[in-house]
């Protein structure tokens, strides 16, 4: 019951550490909009905050709304968290990862044995988490994506030889092809019915899908629109170079899948064996945990194979 006590106190600290850091901020911009003589409010009514940051999807939180519609890159995280297609807001986001890093600092701090610098890495890697996971999903759905477009332009194609229009071929894929495709289609099937022209529309889909092939599509079609010409023929052909494109990635990956797995070894190796030492042998890492030159040494082994980790994953990234 005391460990439990202690250990909320010391999640109790770390959390309003961190909210402390970010309302002395906050308050640091209110003293300045008033040296300057600009009211500062809570409410949003600052004429100098852009529109876009001040709706109530930063936070279902009025007070962390406020407070993160005055951070600059606010606009960039709600831009991931919808290219990841995410039902988060950005408050959640931030709250999770202040929540992550606060509880893990805690712990860490309770169970003393960690050394400062591992125990920051690892604080840092758990507030960065949700972050990451983001980043992540973002990725995974432009890769679904990619490998969906080349069937969708042979769609495309066949609908503009049976005579559709372009607006009616691009629903006819907001209905037949799976998501992330479907959804992207629709909207800009949708920003065209709203009196956006077709070549706003497609640059509002090349910025919300920054692939080469999204940028290629918008490009053929806009020079169609512009100059005439057969739009089928043209896509019929980036579907095939698509294709090809993505054959080739095919085979560059598994070329290089053998160093990802290697790399992938090497860094649970030393995970692996320093648990069933601790299993077979408990005294021998008892030794490691309770000197100080025990516990320098597992920071340093546990850093250095994080970081070696990341090496090696740079190493076998191949860029097509």
Avoid at 83 to 89: E, S, V
Avoid at 168 to 191: H, I
Avoid at 295 to 312: C, D, E, S
Wanted: include cysteine.
């Amino acid at each position: 019951m005391l460990s439990f006590m202690v250990f909320m106190l010391m999640f109790g600290g770390a959390f309003l550490t961190a909210l402390l850091a970010v309302t002395f901020y906050w308050a640091s911009l209110h003293v300045r909009a008033r040296r300057a003589g600009v009211e500062f409010t809570l409410d949003g009514t600052e004429p100098e905050v852009p529109a876009v940051l001040r709706g109530d999807d930063l936070s279902t939180i009025g007070v962390w709304s406020s407070v993160l519609a005055r951070f600059g890159h606010v606009d960039e995280l709600r831009r991931l968290i919808e290219d990841a297609n995410l039902k988060w807001t950005v408050g959640r986001l931030t709250l999770m990862m202040l929540l992550g890093g606060s509880a893990t600092a805690a712990l860490l701090w309770q169970v003393g044995f960690v050394p400062v610098l591992p125990a920051a890495l690892i604080t840092a890697l758990v507030a960065c988490s949700p972050y990451l996971y983001i980043v992540r999903m973002r990725r995974m759905r432009f890769a679904n994506f990619a490998r969906q477009f080349p069937e969708a332009l042979d769609s495309l194609t066949r609908a503009l030889k049976a005579g559709y229009p372009l607006a009616s071929a691009v629903e006819l894929l907001s209905f037949e092809q799976p998501e992330p495709l479907a959804s992207e289609m629709r909207r800009t099937r949708e920003e065209w019915n709203l009196g956006v022209g077709w070549d706003q529309a497609l640059d509002n889909l090349a910025g919300r899908i920054p692939l080469p092939e999204v940028h290629l599509f918008v490009a053929a079609v806009k020079m169609q629109n512009r100059i005439g010409g057969r739009l089928n023929d043209v896509l019929a052909r980036l579907g095939e170079t698509m294709r090809d494109n993505a054959t080739l990635e095919s085979e560059v990956r598994a070329i290089s899948t053998h160093s990802r797995i290697t790399g992938m070894v090497l860094t649970v190796l030393p995970v692996v064996i320093g648990a069933l030492m601790l299993v077979v042998n408990p005294e021998y890492m008892a030794i490691m945990l309770r000197r100080p030159e025990g516990r320098t040494m597992l920071g340093a082994a546990v850093l250095a194979n994080i970081v070696a980790h990341f090496v090696i994953k740079r190493v076998a990234r191949v860029k097509m």
